[in-house]
T-cell receptor
């Protein structure tokens, strides 16, 4: 079974530029999560999808961040415009509550904003 | 609202000894799940163990066990016979039942196993 795929693995941009991250969850996993992990901290949930509907996006800075999960499969997270404080690792995870309750994580995208 | 608290920023343990990593949680949900994940320096997040709020037995997975005390809202991870490869960051997390389950992580504990 293929794992959660994310791209790119690394991205360096200047502040005020835009950036997009892509995630392809494990096949059949209905729930998809995007987390922001700042160095030395735990992952902070940005948005959680159940199929292509949003379960929770209360911590997503909606003035600059957006995410979509078209057709309930892969997902894109966008930042526009980026700020210095957005430098972090962006983790995507997926889960299938009916089969296993835990989350399978992708390798993450390390974003550096200069 | 959900909250996970891990009060130990760093822990040291001698190889082959057991260690307990603390986790307390707060939630208004009646049904929830508790999880522990390991994050080595390479960055990948690895699932270790799961405990459901209605599970009567404490969860065990190999050298990992979860000391679940519901009344105290604690879900401590016990690692027995520590190995050098256990050195990593450990995160406690929970997922509630409302809103189809919002996921919340603690800030983690860095475990260092000494030879």
């Amino acid at each position: 079974e293929a794992g959660v795929a994310q791209s790119p693995r690394y991205k360096i941009i200047e502040k005020r530029q835009s950036v997009a991250f892509w995630c392809n969850p494990i096949s059949g996993h209905a729930t998809l999560y995007w987390y922001q992990q700042i160095l030395g901290q735990g992952p902070k949930l940005l948005i959680q999808f159940q199929n292509n509907g949003v379960v929770d996006d209360s911590q997503l800075p909606k003035d600059r961040f957006s995410a979509e999960r078209l057709k309930g499969v892969d997902s894109t997270l966008k930042i526009q415009p980026a700020k210095l404080e957005d430098s972090a690792v962006y983790l995507c995870a997926s889960s299938h509550p009916g089969r296993s309750k835990w989350q399978f994580f992708g390798p993450g995208t390390r974003l550096t904003v200069l | 609202a959900q909250k996970i608290t891990q009060t130990q920023p760093g822990m040291f343990v001698q190889e082959k000894e057991a260690v307990t990593l603390d986790c307390t949680y707060d939630t208004s949900d009646q049904s929830y799940g508790l999880f522990w994940y390991k994050q080595p320096s390479s960055g990948e997040m690895i699932f270790l163990i799961y405990q459901g709020s209605y599970d009567e037995q404490n969860a065990t997975e190999g050298r990992y066990s979860l000391n679940f005390q519901k009344a105290r809202k604690s879900a401590n991870l016990v690692i027995s016979a520590s190995q050098l490869g256990d050195s990593a960051m450990y995160f406690c997390a929970m997922e509630g039942s409302t809103n189809a389950g919002k996921s919340t992580f603690g800030d983690g504990t860095t475990l260092t196993v000494k030879p």
